[in-house]
C-alpha cells in the first residue's frame, strides 16, 4: 500500500475515530456551567460525562460484533448519523434529563468509529503494523483530546456552554461527508449469525484468554486514571484552586498533549522493540507518576502544578502503551478482530467510567481524595498487565 494511501486513510479513520474523544473532552470543562445553568448537583452534572462513556462501552458490545457480521461501512455511517442527532438534541436541552438523553444518543453513535477504526486497520495489517498504523490514527485522534477542553473552556467563557454541543455537531456532519465517499468496505460481511444474540459467541472465549484480560485490563485502567482527573479536577480547579473553565482546558491540553507524544513515539518504535515491551515500558512510568501526584499531595503540596506536571510525563508514558495495547487485544484472535474490539472497548470505556464516576462523587474539601485515585487506577493498570501476561506464558508453555 502506497504511503499516500497510508496517510488518506489515517486521516479518515481518525476522524471518524476522533468524535468519541471529542464527546468526552470537550465536556469536561463545561461541567461547572451545566451544574450552574440546572442547579444540579455535582454527582447528577457528572452523569453527563459517565453515562456517556458507559454508553459508549455498551455501543461497542454491539458494534463490535455487527461489524464482523454486517461490514464495517455501515456501522460507521449508522453511528455518525446518531452522533449528530445525539449532538443535537444536546443543544436544545430544556433540562438536565434531556441533556443526559442526549448526551447518552451522542456517545452510543461515537463508539461506532473507534471500535470499527480499530476492525479495519486490522483487516489490512499484519499485528505489529497493526500497532505502528493504529498509534499514526491515535496520534491525530489525540489532537482532539489536545485542542477539545481548551476550546470547550474558550466557548463557555465567552459563548455559552450549548456552543460546545453546535461545535460536535458540526464535527459529525463533516465525519460524515468525508467517510461516504472516502471509507471502502475491508471486511467481507458473514451473515452467518441466525440471530443477534449469536454474534457474541466469541465473547466467553476472549474472557477466558489472560493475554487478552491483559490487554484490556490495562486499557480500562490507563483511561480510568484521565478519567478521574476529567471527572474529579474540574470541580478541584473551581473549589480548592480558585481557577476556572478555562484554566482547567489549558492544563489538560499539556496532559493530552503528552499522551499525544506518546503515541507518536510508539508509532515509531513498537515495530522495532516489541509490542508488549512497549506496553511494560509504558505501563510501569504510568504507575510511578500516577503514584507520584498522590506523594506530592500527601507531602502538602496543593496545587494544580502538582497534578499536572507528573500528568505530562503520566500521559506519556500512557501513550506508549495504549496502541499497543489495543492491538494485542484485536490481534488474540484475528478472525474476530471486530467482536474483540467491541469488548476492549466495552471493558475500557466500562473501567474508566468507574474511576470518573467515583471521582466526581468523591469530597473536594481537598484534592488528596482524587489524587490516592489517580494512583489506584495507574497501579491497577500495571498489575493486571503484568499479571495476566505472567499466566499467558504460563499457559503457552
Known sequence: MASSRNLKLVIVLALIAGLGPISI??????????????????????????LGVVAMAVA??????????????????????????????????????????????QAFGGAAGIVVSRAIIRDMFSREETARVLGQVMSVVVLAPVLAPGIGGFIVAYAGWRYVFILASAMGVLALVVSLPA?????????EASSFAQMFRSFPGLLRTPAF????????????????????????????????????????????????????????????????????????????????????FLAGVSSPWAIFVPGVFMGFSHGLAMPNAQAGAVSVNPQIA?????????????????????????PHATALPVTILIAVAGVSGFLLYNVAMSLSREASS
Open 213 to 296: 484480560i491483559g490487554y484490556a485490563g490495562y486499557a480500562g485502567c490507563g483511561m480510568g486514571m484521565f478519567m478521574v482527573i476529567a471527572g474529579g479536577v474540574p470541580f478541584l480547579m473551581i473549589d480548592v484552586f480558585g481557577r476556572g473553565p478555562a484554566a482547567f482546558g489549558l492544563f489538560f491540553m499539556f496532559l493530552a498533549a503528552s499522551f499525544l507524544m506518546g503515541t507518536i513515539v510508539s508509532s515509531r518504535l513498537t515495530v522495532r522493540i516489541g509490542l508488549d515491551r512497549m506496553i511494560r515500558w509504558g505501563s510501569s512510568g504510568g504507575a510511578f507518576f500516577a503514584l507520584a501526584i498522590a506523594g506530592l
Open 60 to 105: 461497542t458490545i454491539a458494534f463490535g460484533p455487527a461489524a464482523d457480521r454486517y461490514g464495517r461501512r455501515p456501522i460507521v455511517i449508522l453511528g455518525l448519523a446518531l452522533f449528530i442527532g445525539g449532538s443535537a438534541l444536546c443543544i436544545w436541552s430544556p433540562n438536565i434529563e434531556t441533556l443526559i438523553f442526549g448526551r447518552l444518543v
Open 25 to 50: 473532552h470537550v465536556i469536561l470543562p463545561v461541567l461547572p456551567s451545566i451544574k450552574a445553568a440546572f442547579q444540579a448537583s455535582n454527582a447528577v452534572t457528572q452523569l453527563t460525562l459517565t
Open 338 to 362: 471486530g467482536s474483540a474490539s467491541g469488548l476492549m472497548t466495552f471493558l475500557q470505556m466500562s473501567i474508566g467510567a468507574g474511576f470518573g464516576q467515583i471521582a466526581g462523587m468523591l
Open 183 to 191: 471509507l471502502k468496505e475491508t471486511h467481507k460481511p458473514t451473515g
